[in-house]
């Protein structure tokens, strides 16, 4: 079975710091994509990165990055330089061959000024 | 604009009424999902259609129904809604069902029942 852990429900974070979001994920499939989005108050989600997992190098996407690490079945986001624009849900979520995405329950994420 | 289209944005309806929720996918997109997102159950999966025809499915309640169009866009059925069933719906479509692919999601519909 496929599932997706998220055990952050919220986080603070300053303007500027850096943060870490967790997520775990248990596949028995060695083919898997994984997947951070951002869902704003407005309500759309918002696609931010994919690590596959044949990736060997951490996938990086201006201020996200993700912190893969495939033996523990790991896949952080990181966001440098907070800003309050950042202040969200943030979903991690899974795909493996012919299925469709899990996602996580999220972590709601704050930028305090 | 993300490329899907969903249609209500807004949508207020009593118990026991139905209503229909419109996808158009992504151009190229054969791929259509369907999620609910209510506040204490997170985004759960309800159907999937490829090119018409039904690929998998999920938490879907017998109340409701979709269907996947010729020209691919997709509709979500609710009947004998109940007040549970007040939601944020997302549509997704997918280019392809291999995990190096992402969904594009629609902006959602918010369905409140009263």
């Known amino acids: 079975a496929q599932k997706i852990t998220q055990t952050q429900p919220g986080m603070f974070v300053q303007e500027k710091e850096a943060v870490t979001l967790d997520c775990t994920y248990d596949?028995?499939?060695?083919?898997?994509?994984l997947f951070w989005y951002k869902q704003p108050s407005s309500g759309e989600m918002i696609f931010l990165i994919y690590?596959?997992?044949?990736?060997?190098q951490n996938a990086t996407e201006g201020r996200y990055s993700l912190n893969f690490q495939k033996a523990r079945k790991s896949a952080n986001l990181v966001i440098s330089a907070s800003q309050l624009g950042d202040s969200a849900m943030y979903f991690c979520a899974m795909r493996v061959t012919g299925n469709q995405f899990y996602f996580g329950t999220g972590t709601s994420l704050t930028v305090i000024p | 604009d993300s490329g899907v289209t969903q249609t209500p944005k807004h949508l207020i309806t009593a118990t026991g009424q139905r209503v229909t929720l419109r996808c158009s996918p992504r151009?190229?997109?054969?791929?259509v999902y369907w999620y609910q997102q209510s506040l204490d159950q997170g985004l759960q999966f309800l159907i999937q259609y490829y090119n018409g025809e039904e690929r998998a499915k999920g938490n879907i309640l017998e109340r409701f129904s979709a269907q996947q169009f010729p020209d691919l866009h997709s509709e979500l059925n609710l009947s004998s809604l109940e007040l549970g069933d007040s939601a944020l719906y997302f549509c997704?479509?997918?280019?392809?069902?291999?995990?190096?692919?992402?969904?594009?999601f629609g902006s959602g519909t918010r369905l409140t029942v009263v």
């Open positions: 151009s190229g997109d054969l791929s």
């Open positions: 997704a479509s997918s280019v392809a069902d291999t995990p190096n692919y992402g969904y594009t």
């Open positions: 690590q596959g997992s044949y990736d060997e």
């Open positions: 596949t028995s499939d060695q083919s898997y994509g």
